[in-house]
């Protein structure tokens, strides 16, 4: 055991740009986590709302099932990855009816997968069984362009930087007619080239209207994308088992696969679409489920299925590191988000930086833990000072960083 395995403290830092955009940018803000035990420190990150889940982090207790998170985590042990499954079934029980409670745990529970490996020397990949870290195909997660012209430029520049795949979502798409959406697919696909694969998201725009995403399949299929992401919110089973059925029943040959999961935020939720949605892909966030055990145990169910599984992230690359730690070791998976327009917050907050190769590839890192080196220097300017008091009792203020 370590001279002192006990969480002493879990500190939270809100980051933010100057300016945070109405628009599809999860990398405009963020929730830096550090665990520490002693004098060893873990890093994590939350894909969350910032202050929301700082006062799930410290929210007066309601009643049994609804205490603070930092109840179940403070003072408690951390030996081994035992502990932090234990801890996290803890913050589960304790605060079962304070839903802001998987997004913070999930920063904390990736923290301590990464204090425990740099405790142990290993990366966390290999504390979750995995013998080696297969390289992932790192496919360029952009927004569509405003106009099918920009995004055309978009799908160039990302064809320039030898990508091998790539990802538009969100902006226009869906908000106008099937036909303007065809141009934008068209756009992606022609800027991309044919030795290309393009993927399109359409970022949960449809609601649960399978009429309105079945419009927009003959053009899916015509560029042949890899796949369909979100056109439904992350329950609508039903909507995403119908809209595999019109698929399937198109007179095109080609039948354009599904993608979803990244809302999911427990692991049932997320097996469940496995079970129930008719997907090909499974996308699952570290920073939203429940951190990286959850997001193993959900990869392990999606190969036993026949399921593909791929991260989702679209922020720093701490955050990067820990999407691909659950399934490092699984060859089949070879997906990857790549997050090509982050802000200058998510750049500065790693010293290191994921970069692929000249296949279009990323590895993760060799180092213990998540392998990088957060540099509180370069964020401290985006750090956002806050304070949250009741009845005149301070519950957070922003701590040293």
């Given at each position: 055991m370590a001279r002192n395995a006990t969480i002493e403290a879990v500190d939270f830092f809100y980051l933010s740009m100057p300016e945070v955009k109405p628009i599809g940018d999860g990398s405009q803000d963020m929730l830096l986590v550090r665990v520490r035990?002693?004098?060893?420190?873990?890093?994590?990150?939350c894909e969350a709302s910032p202050l929301t889940s700082i006062a799930a982090l410290v929210a007066p207790m309601s009643h049994s099932a609804c205490q603070p998170v930092l109840t179940s985590v403070l003072g408690q042990p951390l030996r081994d990855v035992h502990d932090i499954a234990r801890i996290s079934r803890l913050v589960k029980e304790n605060s079962l009816d304070l839903l802001q409670a998987d997004h913070t745990l999930s920063g904390i529970e990736i923290a301590m997968w990464d204090l425990l490996g740099r405790r142990l020397e290993v990366p966390v990949y290999e504390l979750l069984g995995a013998a080696r870290a297969y390289p992932k195909v790192a496919y360029a997660s952009a927004l569509f362009g405003d106009t099918p012209e920009k995004t055309y430029a978009k799908a160039r520049d990302v064809a320039a930087q030898g990508y091998r795949a790539a990802k538009f979502g969100w902006g226009p798409y869906g908000r106008g007619s099937a036909a303007d959406d065809a141009d934008q697919v068209r756009a992606a696909a022609e800027g991309l080239g044919e030795d290309r694969m393009l993927l399109v998201d359409a970022g949960t725009v449809f609601g649960e209207d399978v009429d309105a995403a079945a419009e927009r399949l003959p053009?899916?299929?015509?560029?042949?994308?890899?796949?369909f992401e979100e056109p439904f919110v992350s329950g609508a089973f039903a909507a995403y088992r119908r809209l595999g059925s019109v698929a399937a029943s198109t007179e095109s040959p080609y039948v354009v696969p599904r993608a979803?999961?990244?809302g999911a935020h427990d692991p049932y939720l997320a097996c469940n679409m496995i079970d129930h949605a008719d997907l090909g892909f499974i996308q699952i966030d570290t920073g939203r489920i429940g951190g990286i055990g959850p997001a193993k145990r959900?990869?392990?169910y999606a190969a036993k299925r026949g399921v593909k599984y791929v991260n989702h992230t679209f922020t720093s690359h701490l955050a990067l590191s820990a999407s691909l730690q659950p399934y490092a070791g699984m060859r089949e998976s070879e997906l990857c988000e790549y997050p090509v327009e982050a802000s200058p917050l998510a750049m500065s907050l790693t010293a290191e930086h994921l970069l692929p190769d000249r296949d279009g590839e990323i590895t993760l890192p060799e180092g213990p833990g998540l392998g990088l080196t957060v540099c509180p220097d370069a964020i401290r300017p985006y750090l956002v000072d806050t304070e949250i008091r009741v009845t005149g009792k301070t519950l957070y203020k922003t701590p040293e960083l």
């Open positions: 035990a002693g004098d060893e420190i873990g890093w994590g990150e053009a899916l299929a015509e560029a042949r994308v890899g796949w979803a999961g990244e959900v990869a392990d």
